[in-house]
């Protein structure tokens, strides 16, 4: 620690020759000391350093409000002769030992100290150290950059004997004490009424000063706290005039630039002078380590002192980062004891839980990274137990509906499978065997289709509609757009009506004399076969006997629209018959993440592809490599084949920096390709106008096709070899693994290639990820890597409650955990009706209602 007291007296020694003006530094002493803490923390050898670290820091923080140069030289005077006594020990120490003992911090996890070798409560998980002068903080005993020894948090499994207190929680913030009208108007734009939404409020981050790093030791890739002071801050221009905010902080060992987008007030709030804190993740620039887009907040010297991790909650305007730390201070401890827990005690032990009551406390104000992660752990395992006991619930629903046998002999069965142009895979027919098993009981099937692009699930759909049809009962398959079901309808019709059946097609482009028509024949029993979309659900459509219902594209359909189909059953002796359910992916998805989702039906995958399918070589370039692009169109289309040119949007827009479907197409048609014929397709066209424009380009009336992500699914042109996805930065992996799916399906190679306009890290490990790649599963693993669960399904579109705190891709060990819990709890009350289970089943009712709320 020689080193910072040296600094520290240098900085000392010059405000005494100076006059005691508090000008030995630019910024005052106040300002050295947000620098110097830091750096003596790092350094402390012992706990008797650390405390003298907290003294120094109290004499310096409250330097400029001394009364007077007389107080100051005693103030200054004062740390002169701490430094010295501090010395004095040193030297006493190493007269006494001249074998030094190892410091503290070099201490090791296998040879933890006496206080380490058993569980403390987590209270005490903070020990007080030996002080020189009275303080009124406690300090942390782990120095900077040593190895922690971890410390397992003693676990409260019960209530602490604390009775909780729902009717008091429902209580309005202003119950708690500080907290007028001004406060409760802030917290209420927080989403927070009452005292339980409060303590449901959580931190947003936590700057961990337990673990504070100095500029000069900052790691490429690392997520770090920083303290430094802002030299300064400018705003400039990129070459698209989006304002740029940049920062330089340094602390004394290094500077670092920090930057921010499309935030030009940053510049009046981040002033040279300022001591500010920065979070985030440490990237690479030109060579240089820098902040993207940071999390900042000005400098508290408290938690800096006192060596802790500090909650960062999210704020509205008036309400300071410092005013909401004291008002849930006194929430969390008044009342987060008063939760009550509605884990039973059995399940907490047995998992090692946190109590409910511990957990909240610890999210709040974590003693150690240790007891926040024990306590986030708590709150996943609530959310993905209450998710499971909602799947188990939706599952026995569907079972205890009544449904129909549909069977037909193996010989006429053989006669389908004899008319198919093409050998089915094994993959495809183990598939089908499942099926037919599933739709011969009387209970009604609930059953998940996987497989790739390609793989071949529209043949088993259709397998299970001939099944239905053939056995005296309709199908139906709703897919989620127009153009989707336009392509299912016309290759199910080549497949089905030479069969003797009647498919019919219902969407939302349908004319009223032709719905009219389609409503009979599906009421009377003549259609046999209805594919559509939403069209299907409505009220008007009435089915003479529905047995099998088909959803493609599962992801983009919720809970209520699988639901709405099959209540299309029929009844018999009024009891209603629920059909068989076949819910198709094309987007892969990892077995226990399906496992969560869609836990409440049954799964079969296709992972076998037909044979002949060619693998679609990929490529991404850069925009200003766009031209190569242009010239392997121009040889692909010379040699009789055509290309997709597909675009992140429809027009222009002043917000979104991205290339526009209908400009380019314009631009492509007369400056690019004016001796090729171009067509143009997307969402904003009439349905009659988008059919024309994909018949064209089917017939192999036009060369190229400029689309957007309107030909994401059902679009079948065997002679397009070359797709060019521009903005592929601006797309997740699944959906341009969906594009590249448009190619590749007729006997010539095929090609993919992704130009992406601004490539941050993460776009090129997408891409490049797509590169290496054409096997869908092993995308979608990356693409949850990357994105995770939540944007990658939609998680409003699922019909699944939104979780906050587990992960449905890392807290695998946690659901396997909460789906063998929730198995075996409702096998013993289904109906959570027991008085021990009461609380439980409230909380199921309102997780599920929040995703009703969304869906």
């Given at each position: 620690m020689?080193?910072?007291l040296?600094?520290l007296?240098?900085v000392?020694?010059l405000?005494?020759?100076?006059g005691?003006?508090?000008k030995?530094?630019?910024?005052?002493?106040r300002q050295f000391?947000?620098?110097?803490?830091?750096?003596a923390?790092e350094?402390?050898?012992?706990?008797?350093?650390?405390a003298?670290?907290?003294q120094v820091?109290?004499v310096?923080v409250?330097?400029?409000h001394?009364?007077g140069?007389e107080?100051?030289?005693?103030?200054?005077?004062t740390l002169f002769q701490?430094i010295?006594?501090r010395?004095?020990?040193?030297?006493?120490d190493s007269?006494?030992?001249?074998?030094?003992e190892?410091?503290?911090?070099?201490?090791?996890?296998?040879?933890?100290?006496?206080?380490?070798?058993?569980?403390?409560?987590a209270?005490?998980?903070?020990?007080?150290?030996p002080?020189?002068?009275p303080?009124?903080e406690d300090?942390e005993?782990?120095p900077?950059?040593?190895?922690?020894?971890?410390v397992?948090p003693a676990i409260?499994y019960?209530q602490?004997g604390?009775?909780p207190?729902?009717?008091?929680?429902?209580?309005p913030?202003t119950?708690?004490?500080?907290?007028?009208?001004k406060i409760?108007e802030k917290l209420?734009?927080l989403?927070?009424?009452?005292?339980?939404?409060?303590?449901?409020?959580?931190?947003?981050?936590?700057?961990?000063?337990?673990?504070?790093?100095?500029?000069s030791?900052?790691?490429y890739?690392?997520q770090?706290?920083?303290?430094?002071?802002v030299?300064?801050t400018?705003?400039r221009?990129?070459?698209?005039?989006?304002p740029i905010?940049?920062?330089?902080?340094?602390?004394?060992t290094g500077?670092?630039?920090?930057?921010?987008?499309?935030?030009?007030?940053?510049?009046?709030q981040?002033?040279a002078g300022?001591?500010?804190v920065?979070?985030g993740?440490?990237?690479?620039?030109l060579?240089?380590?820098?902040?993207?887009?940071?999390e900042?907040?000005?400098l508290e010297?408290?938690?800096?002192r006192t060596?802790?991790?500090v909650?960062?909650y999210?704020?509205t305007?008036g309400l300071?980062?410092?005013?909401m730390?004291?008002v849930?201070q006194?929430?969390v401890?008044e009342?987060?004891?008063?939760v009550?827990?509605?884990?039973p005690?059995?399940?907490?032990?047995?998992?090692?839980?946190?109590?409910?009551?511990?957990?909240?406390?610890?999210l709040?104000f974590?003693?150690?990274?240790e007891?926040?992660?024990?306590a986030?752990?708590?709150?996943?395992?609530d959310?993905?137990?209450?998710?499971?006991?909602?799947m188990?619930?939706?599952?026995?629903d569907?079972?205890?509906h009544?449904?129909?046998?549909?069977?037909?002999?193996?010989?006429?069965f053989?006669?389908?499978?004899?008319?198919?142009?093409?050998q089915?895979?094994?993959a495809?027919?183990?598939?089908i065997?499942e099926l037919?098993?599933?739709?011969?009981?009387?209970?009604?099937m609930n059953?998940l289709l996987?497989g790739d692009v390609?793989?071949?699930k529209?043949?088993?759909?259709?397998?299970a509609?001939?099944?239905a049809?053939w056995s005296g009962?309709?199908?139906?398959?709703?897919?989620?757009?127009e153009i989707?079901?336009?392509?299912h309808?016309?290759?199910?019709c080549?497949?089905l009506?030479?069969l003797?059946?009647?498919?019919?097609l219902l969407?939302?482009?349908?004319?009223?004399?032709?719905r009219?028509?389609?409503y009979?024949?599906?009421?009377?029993g003549?259609?046999?076969?209805?594919?559509?979309t939403?069209?299907?659900?409505?009220?008007?459509?009435?089915?003479h006997?529905?047995?099998?219902a088909?959803?493609?594209?599962?992801?983009?359909f919720?809970?209520?629209?699988?639901?709405?189909?099959?209540?299309?059953g029929?009844s018999?002796d009024?009891?209603p018959v629920?059909p068989?359910?076949?819910?198709?992916s094309?987007?892969p998805?990892p077995?226990?993440?399906a496992?969560?989702?869609?836990?409440d039906l049954?799964?079969?995958v296709?992972d076998?592809?037909p044979?002949g399918?060619q693998?679609i070589?990929?490529?991404?370039l850069r925009a200003?490599?766009?031209e190569?692009?242009?010239n392997?169109?121009?040889r692909?289309t010379?040699?009789?084949?055509?290309?997709?040119l597909?675009y992140?949007?429809v027009?222009?827009?002043?917000?979104?920096d991205?290339?526009?479907?209908v400009?380019e197409?314009?631009r492509?048609?007369r400056?690019v390709?004016?001796d090729?014929?171009?067509?143009l397709?997307h969402?904003?066209l009439?349905?009659?106008?988008?059919?024309d424009a994909?018949?064209?380009?089917?017939?192999?009336?036009?060369?190229?096709?400029?689309?957007?992500?309107?030909?994401?699914?059902?679009?079948d042109?065997?002679?397009s070899?070359v797709i060019?996805?521009?903005?592929?930065?601006?797309?997740?992996l699944?959906?341009?693994h969906?594009?590249?799916?448009?190619?590749?399906?007729?006997e010539?190679?095929?090609y993919?290639?992704?130009?992406?306009?601004?490539v941050?890290?993460?776009a090129?490990?997408?891409?490049?990820?797509?590169?290496?790649?054409?096997?869908?599963?092993?995308l979608a693993?990356?693409?949850?890597?990357?994105?995770?669960p939540?944007?990658?399904?939609?998680r409003r579109?699922s019909g699944?409650?939104?979780?906050?705190?587990?992960?449905?891709?890392?807290?695998?060990?946690?659901?396997?955990?909460?789906?063998?819990?929730?198995?075996?709890?409702?096998a013993a009350?289904?109906e959570?009706?027991l008085p021990?289970?009461q609380?439980?089943?409230e909380?199921?009712?309102?997780f599920?209602?929040q995703?009703a709320?969304?869906?």
């Amino acid at each position: 620690m020689e080193q910072a007291l040296k600094r520290l007296e240098r900085v000392l020694e010059l405000e005494k020759q100076q006059g005691y003006q508090n000008k030995a530094v630019v910024g005052g002493i106040r300002q050295f000391a947000a620098f110097w803490v830091s750096q003596a923390n790092e350094e402390a050898g012992d706990e008797s350093d650390l405390a003298l670290v907290e003294q120094v820091s109290q004499v310096l923080v409250d330097y400029s409000h001394l009364p007077g140069k007389e107080a100051r030289a005693r103030a200054i005077d004062t740390l002169f002769q701490s430094i010295q006594r501090r010395r004095g020990r040193q030297s006493a120490d190493s007269v006494a030992s001249p074998v030094k003992e190892p410091p503290a911090k070099s201490a090791t996890p296998s040879s933890p100290p006496e206080s380490a070798r058993k569980p403390a409560p987590a209270h005490t998980a903070r020990q007080k150290a030996p002080r020189e002068t009275p303080v009124t903080e406690d300090i942390e005993t782990e120095p900077v950059d040593s190895e922690p020894v971890t410390v397992e948090p003693a676990i409260d499994y019960a209530q602490s004997g604390v009775k909780p207190d729902p009717q008091g929680l429902s209580q309005p913030v202003t119950a708690i004490k500080g907290v007028g009208q001004k406060i409760d108007e802030k917290l209420n734009k927080l989403g927070a009424k009452t005292i339980w939404e409060l303590l449901y409020l959580f931190p947003r981050r936590y700057d961990d000063f337990t673990l504070m790093k100095p500029i000069s030791k900052l790691q490429y890739g690392e997520q770090v706290t920083i303290i430094g002071t802002v030299w300064q801050t400018k705003v400039r221009r990129s070459r698209n005039n989006q304002p740029i905010t940049e920062s330089i902080v340094n602390d004394g060992t290094g500077s670092v630039q920090a930057t921010w987008f499309n935030q030009p007030w940053l510049a009046a709030q981040l002033p040279a002078g300022m001591p500010i804190v920065l979070s985030g993740k440490v990237e690479m620039f030109l060579g240089r380590l820098v902040f993207n887009s940071p999390e900042w907040e000005p400098l508290e010297m408290e938690p800096l002192r006192t060596r802790r991790i500090v909650p960062v909650y999210p704020l509205t305007e008036g309400l300071t980062s410092a005013k909401m730390r004291e008002v849930m201070q006194r929430a969390v401890k008044e009342w987060a004891p008063r939760v009550p827990d509605p884990l039973p005690l059995e399940i907490r032990k047995q998992r090692r839980l946190y109590s409910l009551p511990q957990a909240i406390q610890q999210l709040h104000f974590p003693d150690s990274q240790e007891s926040m992660r024990q306590a986030r752990r708590r709150l996943a395992y609530d959310e993905l137990f209450l998710l499971q006991l909602g799947m188990q619930r939706q599952r026995r629903d569907w079972q205890d509906h009544s449904g129909m046998s549909l069977v037909i002999g193996d010989e006429r069965f053989q006669a389908f499978m004899d008319s198919l142009p093409f050998q089915l895979t094994g993959a495809q027919q183990r598939v089908i065997d499942e099926l037919r098993a599933d739709m011969a009981q009387d209970r009604p099937m609930n059953r998940l289709l996987q497989g790739d692009v390609g793989s071949g699930k529209t043949i088993v759909a259709a397998a299970a509609m001939v099944i239905a049809a053939w056995s005296g009962a309709q199908a139906a398959l709703m897919a989620p757009t127009e153009i989707l079901a336009e392509q299912h309808y016309r290759g199910l019709c080549k497949l089905l009506e030479p069969l003797g059946l009647r498919v019919a097609l219902l969407t939302g482009s349908t004319s009223a004399a032709e719905r009219a028509t389609i409503y009979e024949g599906l009421a009377d029993g003549t259609i046999q076969i209805a594919i559509g979309t939403h069209a299907l659900i409505q009220p008007a459509v009435r089915f003479h006997r529905l047995g099998m219902a088909v959803i493609d594209e599962q992801h983009r359909f919720g809970v209520d629209q699988r639901a709405a189909l099959r209540e299309k059953g029929p009844s018999d002796d009024g009891e209603p018959v629920s059909p068989h359910l076949l819910v198709m992916s094309a987007t892969p998805i990892p077995r226990t993440l399906a496992l969560s989702l869609y836990g409440d039906l049954d799964m079969s995958v296709l992972d076998e592809m037909p044979p002949g399918r060619q693998e679609i070589k990929t490529r991404w370039l850069r925009a200003s490599e766009r031209e190569r692009a242009y010239n392997f169109i121009r040889r692909q289309t010379s040699e009789g084949r055509q290309a997709y040119l597909i675009y992140p949007l429809v027009e222009e827009s002043d917000t979104i920096d991205a290339r526009a479907a209908v400009e380019e197409y314009e631009r492509l048609s007369r400056e690019v390709f004016p001796d090729r014929r171009v067509g143009l397709v997307h969402g904003r066209l009439r349905p009659n106008e988008k059919d024309d424009a994909m018949r064209a380009f089917a017939a192999q009336e036009t060369d190229m096709l400029v689309a957007t992500s309107v030909i994401e699914v059902g679009v079948d042109v065997p002679n397009s070899t070359v797709i060019v996805i521009e903005g592929a930065d601006r797309f997740g992996l699944a959906q341009l693994h969906q594009f590249r799916g448009r190619v590749g399906r007729g006997e010539h190679q095929s090609y993919c290639i992704l130009i992406a306009e601004d490539v941050s890290a993460d776009a090129e490990q997408r891409l490049t990820a797509l590169e290496a790649t054409n096997d869908g599963f092993v995308l979608a693993e990356r693409d949850l890597e990357l994105r995770g669960p939540g944007e990658f399904f939609g998680r409003r579109q699922s019909g699944l409650p939104e979780l906050r705190f587990a992960s449905l891709l890392h807290d695998t060990e946690v659901l396997a955990m909460a789906q063998e819990d929730a198995a075996a709890l409702f096998a013993a009350d289904p109906e959570l009706a027991l008085p021990e289970h009461q609380l439980l089943a409230e909380q199921v009712r309102q997780f599920w209602e929040q995703a009703a709320d969304v869906s």
